[in-house]
Every structure is written in structure tokens, then in C-alpha cells.
């Protein structure tokens, strides 16, 4: 029984010399294993865009210098290209563009915003923005970006009476969740073809698989993705680019939309300036040359606020109603707000044609959320391609309502 006790050969020498044999082995193969493991490079917050990759722009079919005023904005999650000119002190116009139509797209409607002495603030030009890729595209970051770019102007964009927000496609949905939340900045809502009440039944089986059922792998998903959503730019009418995510399923309506938002769209020139330029040709562009558009298009489609029911447009609803309450000017939450909102009203501008905003059924969704006396409907000739083809058309509803309001009187 000795061989057991405390400090004998057998009870304590041989454990010991047991113990560090393993101990040994064990070092051995974790440095081994850091000295063949090669070293991960950290992973940059966003991946930059063509304007710091690219090396020509002569040809683009958006070169940088395509619109006026333009501005690189350094933010924590990147730069964003921003284009801001007219009058300093006319009104203060905020244009949010679509999910894959960079800025150059409003190009027109801004200048027709500007003939009418206002101020054009366009943003999120994806086309020369830098795309986040440790973060997710939800109404959070694309709020915060909005607010990061008004802080960066010299204009006072916040100040009494506030500005006016326009709100394209994806960018409606955007500005219905900014407004939600700083409605004493916003002056008015104006709405394009805007996302944020498309029913789900409109999402393709595609788009299920690709965007939410989880059966692929990622690196699947955006190889996909981008042989889907790249359109052929030698083609004018080519089927390609969606600008929201209905386009990317297949719509249960008549018209001229597709799955890829109608050939109307695709084919539709970028600018009467530069009518040989088709938003299939710069969306093929910002394909091939934006290494994080994919990403991003990708998590803005997942995660952005696209369909119905959005909680944005009920609580828009509740600052609507106290807005055109007498002495109204009160928040939902009890808070009192000085601005924002002119008469309670918000403007919708729709394409009778368009086959991703379906008119009829957004008319009677935002009736049933905003109510009757909260929204005004404009119905022109065309598909979703709207703002980009009818761009004085779109501008002269827009003014057209704030004159109605007395918001704003002519130019």
C-alpha cells in the first residue's frame, strides 16, 4: 500500500511526468498549428466604390462628373457621393433613390426641382458610394446615412421650416421610416412609385429561394443574383436590373412589368441629356465595377422595407392625424413637435402602367393605413420608369401639391 503514498515513485513521479509529456505534445501541435496557419487579413468595414478602383471614366455611361455640385462624404461606414446645387436659399429638396439605380437616375427630376428654385440634395448614389459590408441594409443604416449626409452640407437642412424629402422606389419606403422617426424636419412627403405596401403575394418563387428560404449557400445566392440582376447593355429594352424586390419576383399583374421591371425601364434613357445612355447600361456598369453592390443589394432585400405590413406607415399615420388636428403638432408619443407635416397630407405619384407598384392596389393599401384625408394620389402615364422619362411631369405634381397645401407658393 505504500507505493500509493504521497511522494512515492508510483503515486505521484509517474502522473507527473505523465501530465507533462501531454502538456508537451500538446504545445507542440498548437505551434505547429500557428506556424503553418496563414494570417487572416482584418476584414475592411466597406468595400470601396468605382471611384477609388476604377481607373478610367472617359465613355461611363455615369462618369463622376455627371450631375452638378458633386461631393464625397466621409462617414464611419464609408463615403457617400452626394450631389447638391441651386439656390442657397431656395427650398431644400432631399431626393432618395431606388435599390439599384444609382443617383444619376433623378439626374433629371433634379434639375427640373432646381428650374423651380429649389435646392437639390440627391444621396446614396450607389453608382460612387462606398457599400458597408460588416452591417446590415435595414431602414436603421440607410436613416442614419440620411442624417450623416444633411449634417455634412453647409445648408442648414434641419433648421424651421425643415426640408422637402422625395422618396423613389426603395426610397419611398426609406423616407416613409426617416419621417416616422423626425418628422419635425420633414416639411413634406412626396412619394414616387414607392415601395412599402407591395403585398407579399407578388414575391416569386425566386426570389424565395434566392432572398429567404436559406437552401443555398451565400456564395450561390450572389453568383445568382448577379447573373440576374445584371442587364445585357448592348441591348436597349433588355431584361435586367429590378429597382425593388418585387421586380425581382414574378408580379401577378398586367401591364408592362416583367420580372426585371419592364423593358419601359430598362430601356429608358438616363437623361435628355445623354440619350444614348439606358439605366441597363449603368446598372450593367455598377454591376461589373461596384465589388459591393451585390453585397448590397442582396442585404437591402432582405432587410430593407419593401413589403406590407410596415409598422412605419402606421405610426406616419398617427402623426398625419395629429397634424391636421386643430393646434395639431403633437407626436404620437406626446411630445411636442414645432414642424413637419404641413397639413397632415402626404403626396403619392404613380404610374398607371407600372407593373412593380401596382397602382390600384397601393391607392386602397395606403388609404386603408394613412386614411383618406391623409394622402393625395397622382396617376400619370407610364410604368416605374416614372421619374426617369416623365421627369417634368413628376415635378410639376410635386409642385403642384405643395402649392396646394400652401406650402410652398409658386416658383
Known amino acids: 500500500m505504500n507505493h500509493f503514498r504521497t511522494g512515492s515513485v508510483l503515486g505521484v513521479q509517474r502522473p507527473i511526468v505523465l501530465v507533462s509529456g501531454l502538456v508537451l505534445v500538446a504545445s507542440a501541435c498548437i505551434s505547429a498549428t500557428l506556424l503553418w496557419r496563414r494570417p487572416r487579413s482584418r476584414k475592411r468595414p466597406y468595400e470601396p466604390s468605382p471611384a477609388k478602383t476604377a481607373l478610367a471614366t472617359h465613355g461611363l455611361p455615369y462618369p463622376p462628373d455627371a450631375l452638378p455640385g ?56 450607389r453608382g460612387y458610394s462606398d457599400a458597408p459590408n460588416d452591417l446590415t441594409y435595414d431602414a436603421r443604416l440607410y436613416v442614419a446615412q440620411l442624417l450623416l449626409v444633411l449634417a455634412s452640407s453647409r445648408i442648414p437642412w434641419t433648421a424651421t421650416p425643415g426640408f422637402h424629402l422625395v422618396g423613389y422606389s426603395l426610397g ?56 440576374r440582376i445584371r442587364p445585357d447593355a448592348r441591348l436597349a429594352g433588355a431584361a435586367g436590373a429590378p429597382d425593388i424586390m418585387a421586380a425581382e419576383g414574378e408580379l401577378a399583374v398586367d401591364g408592362d412589368g416583367d420580372v426585371n421591371g419592364g423593358a419601359r425601364f430598362d430601356g429608358a434613357p438616363i437623361s435628355k441629356t445623354r440619350p444614348h445612355v439606358t439605366v441597363s447600361s449603368v446598372v450593367a456598369w455598377q454591376v461589373d465595377h461596384h465589388v459591393g453592390f451585390v453585397m448590397a443589394f442582396l442585404s437591402t432585400i432582405r432587410n430593407a422595407p419593401i413589403y406590407a405590413p410596415q409598422e412605419d406607415w402606421k405610426v406616419l399615420s398617427k402623426i398625419l392625424e395629429a397634424r391636421r388636428r386643430p393646434g395639431g403638432g403633437v407626436s404620437p408619443g406626446g411630445a411636442e413637435v414645432e414642424a413637419g407635416l404641413e397639413r397632415g397630407k402626404i403626396l403619392f405619384v404613380l404610374g398607371r402602367d407600372d407593373g412593380v407598384i401596382v397602382t390600384d392596389e397601393t391607392i386602397e393599401d395606403a388609404h386603408a393605413v394613412l386614411g383618406h384625408d391623409g394622402v393625395d394620389f397622382t396617376i400619370l402615364e407610364g410604368g416605374h420608369e416614372l421619374p426617369i422619362t416623365s421627369s417634368q411631369s413628376v415635378a410639376e405634381s410635386i409642385e403642384g401639391f405643395w402649392i396646394s397645401q400652401s406650402i410652398c407658393q409658386p416658383a
Open 172 to 227: 419611398g419606403g426609406l423616407s416613409v421610416a426617416f419621417t416616422r422617426y423626425f418628422p419635425h424636419l420633414v416639411r413634406s412627403l412626396c412619394l414616387v412609385a414607392p415601395c412599402g405596401l407591395i403585398r407579399p403575394r407578388h414575391v416569386g418563387w425566386r426570389s424565395w429561394l434566392y432572398y429567404s428560404s436559406g437552401l443555398l449557400p451565400e456564395f450561390l445566392v450572389r453568383q445568382l443574383v448577379r447573373r
Open 70 to 125: 458633386a461631393r464625397d462624404v466621409e462617414t464611419p461606414y464609408g463615403s457617400v457621393r452626394v450631389y447638391e446645387w441651386g439656390p442657397v436659399d431656395g427650398e431644400r429638396v432631399l431626393f432618395v433613390h431606388g435599390i439599384s439605380t444609382p443617383v444619376v437616375a433623378l439626374g433629371d427630376l433634379g434639375h427640373e426641382m432646381v428650374a423651380r428654385g429649389c435646392r437639390l440634395l440627391d444621396l446614396f448614389g
